[in-house]
């Protein structure tokens, strides 16, 4: 069954031709079952293949992954119980190992407890320390280090701890999220959008649009209590052993959770959780709620449909008595799993009329009248808006603040200018894809009064009078400010014209 999020998917024929498989009959760029471009032909790899090197050459590393990635998610797919049992071996293979690195490196980082930075290996040689690693793995003697704990601020003051693992670790876990995340995408639900490829916050936020549209009324708006604190470790194993019976893979994740963390020059031992920070973490938070999403749908969907981004989610409904029921099935799901639902941060919201709203994914939504209808046709009609929230807003001016401090009131103006431009434009694509043009006008304002108040600075008495008064929001994009307003951009049709 082939998931929404994939595209038109072409069949591939794989036939056999001078000892390699070949795409054939297969129209130019079409999309693989994992969603990727069917590249050359090259050798067979994998569980499925001849015996020999299990390094194969023909395409490049990064093909040569995504390939593998097609057929395990193909093999899973075609037997959903089907448990594979030569995982590991995939891990420490050159191509896995190199394409595990350049995404660590994309990522960047910090260094983990034993102070080697992502510098640090390129100066030592990214090939000799690949080599290195997959020897140690092939061997069976790599172990997890523990990881390093560092906090940072949430917005309601408290500290949100992560764990920074070795940039040895992060190489070795994005291998392995590269093996077993084809084998689950097989198995994992469409409502559930965080951390999987093709997948995105746009599409959870679109999926909510189109539901508020058509009757959604009633939102259960959930968080978990600690949930990557909290998550089980042994329940995490077991759900992971029903696809993979590889004892070294299974060995290794359990060498991830259990590594323990340094805080402070201390080490503590975890019995619980996953740390946030780590590589293989989203994939093993996906697993382990995977449980809530298939009970849901197979149990639960005609109260409400679930929208699941990682650990955070929404249920709407159409009704007040199905989002009552939907609480009370959620809280007997996750009571399952050794989780339990903040009292502080879920509610229930009622949207009908506009009468309330809800924060998701940095988000505020909230239904609205659309004018339109109403001065062409006369019907009151409400449909789902949403736009940055408050605490998005806040974030997104103490960001300029830091940009455009007092202190560099003498430096170019250009100079601040190229530096805010990635940030604007980084936030704005984020948030144009819905109702965010009042707020992006007030930032685009904001933006100005900081840039016009530094040039102010700057002059010190030696500003004229009227001089000031030119430097508008125009004035400071012909210097090559990054504008917000008018960069709206819809990702869609409304669906009732959708057949138009």
């Given at each position: 069954?082939?998931?929404?999020?994939?595209?038109?998917?072409?069949?591939?024929?794989?036939?056999?031709?001078?000892?390699?498989?070949?795409?054939?009959?297969?129209?130019?760029?079409?999309?693989?079952?994992?969603?990727?471009?069917?590249?050359?032909?090259?050798?067979?790899?994998?569980?499925?293949?001849?015996?020999?090197?299990?390094?194969?050459?023909?395409?490049?590393?990064?093909?040569?992954?995504?390939?593998?990635?097609?057929?395990?998610?193909?093999?899973?797919?075609?037997?959903?119980?089907?448990?594979?049992?030569?995982?590991?071996?995939?891990?420490?293979?050159?191509?896995?190992?190199?394409?595990?690195?350049?995404?660590?490196?994309?990522?960047?980082?910090?260094?983990?407890?034993?102070?080697?930075?992502?510098?640090?290996?390129?100066?030592?040689?990214?090939?000799?320390?690949?080599?290195?690693?997959?020897?140690?793995?092939?061997?069976?003697?790599?172990?997890?280090?523990?990881?390093?704990?560092?906090?940072?601020?949430?917005?309601?003051?408290?500290?949100?701890?992560?764990?920074?693992?070795?940039?040895?670790?992060?190489?070795?876990?994005?291998?392995?999220?590269?093996?077993?995340?084809?084998?689950?995408?097989?198995?994992?639900?469409?409502?559930?959008?965080?951390?999987?490829?093709?997948?995105?916050?746009?599409?959870?936020?679109?999926?909510?649009?189109?539901l508020g549209a058509k009757g959604g009324h009633h939102v259960l708006d959930a968080d978990i209590r600690d949930y990557f604190g909290s998550i089980d470790h042994e329940k995490l194993l077991k759900l992971v052993a029903r696809r993979v019976s590889d004892r070294r893979m299974l060995k290794l994740l359990r060498q991830w959770l259990e590594a323990g963390v340094m805080d402070e020059g201390t080490v503590h031992r975890t019995v619980a959780g996953t740390p946030q920070g780590g590589v293989i973490s989203p994939l093993l938070s996906n697993i382990y709620l995977h449980v809530l999403d298939t009970l849901w749908t197979r149990h639960s969907a005609p109260l409400g449909t679930l929208v699941r981004y990682c650990d955070d989610f929404v249920v709407m409904c159409h009704t007040k008595k199905g989002c009552e029921q939907a609480e009370e099935r959620i809280r007997v799901i996750l009571k399952r799993?050794?989780?339990?639902?903040?009292?502080?941060?879920?509610?229930?919201?009622?949207?009908?009329?506009?009468?309330?709203?809800?924060?998701?994914?940095?988000?505020?939504?909230?239904?609205?009248?659309?004018?339109?209808?109403?001065?062409?046709?006369?019907?009151?009609?409400?449909?789902?808006?949403?736009?940055?929230?408050?605490?998005?807003?806040?974030?997104?001016?103490?960001?300029?603040?830091?940009?455009?401090?007092?202190?560099?009131?003498?430096?170019?103006?250009?100079?601040?200018?190229?530096?805010?431009?990635?940030?604007?434009?980084?936030?704005?694509?984020?948030?144009?894809?819905?109702?965010?043009?009042?707020?992006?006008?007030?930032?685009?304002?904001?933006?100005?009064?900081?840039?016009?108040?530094?040039?102010?600075?700057?002059?010190?008495?030696?500003?004229?009078?009227?001089?000031?008064?030119?430097?508008?929001?125009?004035?400071?994009?012909?210097?090559?400010?990054?504008?917000?307003?008018?960069?709206?951009?819809?990702?869609?049709?409304?669906?009732?014209?959708?057949?138009?």
């Amino acid at each position: 069954m082939q998931r929404e999020s994939e595209g038109t998917v072409v069949p591939q024929t794989l036939v056999r031709a001078g000892g390699t498989n070949a795409v054939k009959n297969n129209a130019a760029g079409g999309k693989g079952p994992c969603g990727d471009r069917a590249g050359e032909a090259g050798k067979r790899e994998g569980m499925s293949g001849k015996s020999g090197t299990n390094d194969p050459g023909g395409l490049v590393p990064r093909e040569k992954v995504r390939q593998l990635q097609r057929q395990l998610w193909a093999a899973a797919k075609r037997a959903p119980g089907r448990r594979f049992h030569a995982l590991y071996d995939h891990i420490w293979r050159s191509d896995v190992l190199q394409e595990a690195w350049r995404r660590v490196r994309s990522n960047r980082g910090a260094a983990g407890v034993d102070g080697q930075s992502i510098r640090d290996v390129e100066q030592y040689g990214v090939e000799r320390f690949l080599e290195e690693l997959g020897s140690c793995l092939r061997a069976g003697e790599y172990r997890a280090q523990v990881v390093r704990r560092r906090y940072i601020p949430k917005a309601d003051g408290k500290q949100r701890p992560l764990g920074i693992p070795t940039v040895r670790d992060r190489v070795v876990q994005m291998a392995a999220k590269l093996v077993l995340e084809a084998v689950f995408e097989a198995d994992f639900l469409p409502c559930s959008y965080g951390f999987r490829p093709k997948r995105s916050t746009t599409m959870a936020l679109e999926t909510l649009r189109k539901l508020g549209a058509k009757g959604g009324h009633h939102v259960l708006d959930a968080d978990i209590r600690d949930y990557f604190g909290s998550i089980d470790h042994e329940k995490l194993l077991k759900l992971v052993a029903r696809r993979v019976s590889d004892r070294r893979m299974l060995k290794l994740l359990r060498q991830w959770l259990e590594a323990g963390v340094m805080d402070e020059g201390t080490v503590h031992r975890t019995v619980a959780g996953t740390p946030q920070g780590g590589v293989i973490s989203p994939l093993l938070s996906n697993i382990y709620l995977h449980v809530l999403d298939t009970l849901w749908t197979r149990h639960s969907a005609p109260l409400g449909t679930l929208v699941r981004y990682c650990d955070d989610f929404v249920v709407m409904c159409h009704t007040k008595k199905g989002c009552e029921q939907a609480e009370e099935r959620i809280r007997v799901i996750l009571k399952r799993l050794g989780l339990e639902l903040h009292p502080d941060k879920t509610r229930r919201v009622e949207l009908y009329d506009g009468k309330e709203g809800f924060d998701f994914l940095g988000c505020h939504l909230h239904k609205r009248m659309s004018g339109k209808l109403w001065e062409q046709k006369g019907k009151r009609l409400y449909f789902l808006h949403r736009w940055p929230s408050q605490r998005a807003m806040s974030r997104i001016r103490q960001r300029v603040r830091e940009v455009t401090p007092r202190s560099r009131c003498h430096v170019d103006l250009r100079t601040i200018i190229a530096d805010l431009n990635p940030v604007l434009r980084g936030w704005s694509a984020y948030f144009r894809t819905g109702n965010a043009a009042r707020q992006f006008l007030r930032l685009d304002s904001f933006v100005a009064h900081r840039l016009k108040a530094l040039r102010c600075k700057g002059r010190g008495r030696n500003l004229a009078a009227g001089v000031s008064a030119g430097w508008t929001r125009e004035y400071f994009e012909n210097l090559g400010l990054y504008r917000l307003r008018g960069s709206i951009c819809y990702p869609g049709r409304p669906f009732w014209t959708e057949n138009a």
